[in-house]
């Protein structure tokens, strides 16, 4: 599309939330920062930019569904995207009818090989608002997952799990933080107006920037989802333990385990997400060595009484921050090649674990050749046991634990406060 004037700033949002959105629906794109990076547009903007991309690709099936009811023939992608766009901004956005019918008009006519196409995209768009449009958007479901992603979840939940799952992910998550001291949680929770999940987990709904919020500054709490809190939390009492936080950045859990007591080595190969991690044990005064290597490739003489991997993995539990997920291009056998390097590491990881220590293995997953079968795996080939959970937060569901020794949390979990993200967690030791 041709650059679009700077005296149309509507347009201009438009424009950039259309193009990141067709480069993740039509070639598979990564949605991150560079989509939405453009100097043409004020930070306000952005932001409405990047809710337009999250509410159209969290809604692409209920769309299209839509769409269906009014469309006999399927238009080209860059049309498509067009009322996709325009439908979530009338019904998850907010914007008022006449403005995103004429906004996506306008849009369509930015590219002369589709301009013949806006008397189109009015008239289809024009009978998807209304009391008549509610209808149909209400009566259309959630988008379905990829068969690679549904039919595992399907295997061990069932099909009535999975699509309520698939309707979690419609919902923009909350925000959670995880505290540095329990005792602040009574006084957060008033201050924030937030909703207390664990001795050290509030949630709350976002007012304006996450870093303007009481606390932040001061280094009180850190942003970290409920799931991923969990499987320190599952550890007990961590002072005075040594912690090896392999894959640590950004760097939740390396510091939950310092607030803890615990004295702490984070690796992680990402140098750039690693400054994250430095940036908040320094705002939050905790303190980790931090190295900067591959945790496959690093050795020591030191051994620990926990190490912790939340290993690389397929990120399939939180696709309710990352609704690009399931468009993204794979290569084929990337999946399996995923689990062999999960194997890997927990290898590595028990070379580093003490002959009583524990191994805390996670991984942000739905998927359990991810989860419950590279733990079986790895209790067979390396002669290791799970340990007791003990998860006592309340509304914690003895459900989650899966039978096999480990916790499973899963985004359609808490429906009515927020959801969760899709985790696995197991702890593992030596068995003789």
């Known amino acids: 599309m041709k650059p679009v004037p700077t005296n149309r700033p509507g347009l201009r949002v438009r424009q950039v939330a259309f193009d990141a959105i067709h480069q993740v629906l039509a070639y598979g794109k990564r949605l991150d920062s560079q989509l939405l990076a453009t100097k043409s547009l004020k930070p306000d903007e952005r932001a409405m930019a990047r809710r337009i991309v999250m509410a159209t690709l969290r809604h692409v099936g209920r769309a299209d569904q839509v769409l269906a009811e009014v469309i006999e023939r399927s238009p080209r992608l860059r049309v498509r995207n067009i009322l996709r766009l325009a439908l979530a901004e009338i019904h998850v956005c907010g914007t008022q009818p006449h403005a995103a019918v004429d906004l996506a008009v306008q849009l369509v006519g930015l590219d002369r090989r589709h301009f013949h196409s806006k008397g189109f995209v009015n008239a289809v768009l024009r009978r998807t608002t209304g009391k008549a449009g509610q209808i149909m958007w209400k009566k259309a479901g959630p988008t379905r ?121 984070s690796l992680d190969r990402s140098e750039n997400r690693l400054h994250v991690l430095r940036e908040n044990l320094d705002r939050t005064k905790l303190e980790a060595r931090v190295i900067c290597c591959d945790a496959l490739e690093w050795t020591s003489d030191e051994l620990f009484d926990i190490v912790i991997i939340d290993v690389v993995c397929s990120a399939t539990g939180t696709i309710r921050r990352h609704p690009d997920l399931p468009y993204r291009k794979q290569e084929v056998g990337w999946l399996e090649r995923l689990a062999q390097t999960q194997r890997q590491f927990i290898a590595k ?23 419950e079968w590279i733990t079986r795996w790895a209790k067979t080939k390396h002669r290791l046991k799970s340990m007791p959970l003990r998860l006592t937060d309340p509304g914690a569901d003895p459900l989650w634990e899966t039978g096999e020794g480990g916790l499973r949390t899963r985004p359609d979990y808490w429906p009515h406060t927020g959801g969760m993200d899709g985790f696995y967690t197991e702890i593992l030791s030596r068995s003789g």
Do not use: M, N
């Open 349 to 371: 990881a028990i070379s580093h674990v003490r002959a009583d220590g524990r191994l805390l293995y996670c991984v942000c997953s739905l998927l359990p050749q991810e989860g």
């Open 145 to 265: 997952l990829p068969q690679w992603i549904a039919e595992p979840v399907a295997s061990y939940a069932g099909r009535e799990v999975l699509h309520r799952i698939e309707s979690a992910h419609e919902f923009e998550p909350p925000l959670d933080i995880s505290l540095k001291r329990a005792s602040e949680a009574a006084q957060l929770v008033e201050i924030l107006d937030a909703q207390q999940l664990s001795k050290t987990s509030l949630r709350l709904r976002p007012k304006g920037q996450v870093s303007q919020l009481h606390g932040y500054a001061e280094g009180s709490w850190w942003v970290q989802d409920y799931a991923a809190s969990r499987p320190v939390s599952l550890l007990g009492d961590l002072k005075g333990q040594s912690v090896l936080d392999l894959c640590a950045a950004p760097g939740g859990k390396t510091l939950q385990c310092a607030a803890a007591g615990a004295t702490v080595t």
